[in-house]
């Protein structure tokens, strides 16, 4: 059994007639932080949500090529997408929480997948595995929308941990939070990465090169700018030694 739990095959994604993403060839490897990089329009998004047929909730879009997931075609006919994102889950980058008590944010998701175990338990783990349960303990009837940037970011996460999915994608889960915030999400994925695999997409460097074990870099290519990853590999190679001129320009800040 190979270590990588998502692989692409000459991957490419279009919005309408516009090839927005192009023959990208990359594995993702189990319990790892793997960040995609890259500057703003290339497509970073659009490839993390390939991962889990999230492009598919928008008009027009549409794939070619593979994306595997433990070996599974994930966009063959007889594929549920909608049990392709419970497998993996997903995590924005403005906190999302459901206008429902803190409870409920986590048990709904639960419950609509059908789980029939102890309910308080599943709540009181998941909010322990997303590092909120010491602060939120005491008031679990409360909206999840009285909470913090920061803490409501780690509701998010607890509510994709409820479901049990095996990988987690992090579309910039960060950015829109103060620094203390974001240190605390930061040491969160660095734990949780010992059940999960995580993809995280992030425009910060630092955040990359400090919790990432592999990271991709993505440019636009070609006449019809389109994004491509350029790179992979582990992610000290990519920061202090990487193949190509263009990942060396960017992740040093001499690009654009």
Not at 96 to 116: M, Q, T
Not at 232 to 244: K, L, M, S, V, Y
């Amino acid at each position: 059994m190979s270590n990588h739990v998502l692989e692409t095959n000459e991957l490419k994604i279009f919005y309408g007639n516009f090839l927005a993403v192009t023959d990208v060839n990359i594995q993702i490897p189990a319990n790892k932080i793997t960040a995609i990089i890259g500057p703003s329009g290339c497509g970073k998004s659009t490839l993390l949500r390939s991962f889990n047929r999230m492009n598919e909730l928008y008009q027009g879009v549409h794939t070619h090529g593979q994306v595997l997931f433990k070996g599974q075609d994930l966009y063959a006919g007889s594929v549920d997408p909608v049990e392709v994102r419970y497998r993996i889950g997903m995590v924005f980058q403005k906190a999302n929480p459901f206008p429902k008590s803190i409870y409920d944010n986590i048990a709904w998701a639960a419950r609509i997948h059908g789980y029939k175990g102890n309910m308080d338990e599943l709540v009181e783990n998941s909010l322990q595995q997303a590092a909120l349960w010491d602060e939120v303990k005491d008031k679990l009837k409360q909206s999840g929308l009285s909470l913090s940037g920061g803490q409501q970011q780690r509701l998010c996460i607890a509510r994709a941990i409820a479901v049990k999915p095996e990988v987690i994608l992090m579309d910039e889960p960060a950015s829109a939070l103060d620094p203390i915030a974001t240190l605390k999400i930061e040491d969160l994925m660095e734990e949780l990465k010992q059940k999960y695999t995580i993809v995280i997409v992030t425009h910060n460097m630092q955040q990359a090169a400090r919790v990432s074990d592999y990271t991709a870099m993505m440019m636009l290519t070609g006449e019809t700018r389109s994004g491509t990853v350029i790179e992979f590999d582990e992610t000290t190679r990519i920061f202090t030694r990487p193949a190509d001129k263009r990942t060396e320009d960017y992740v040093s800040g001499r690009f654009g």
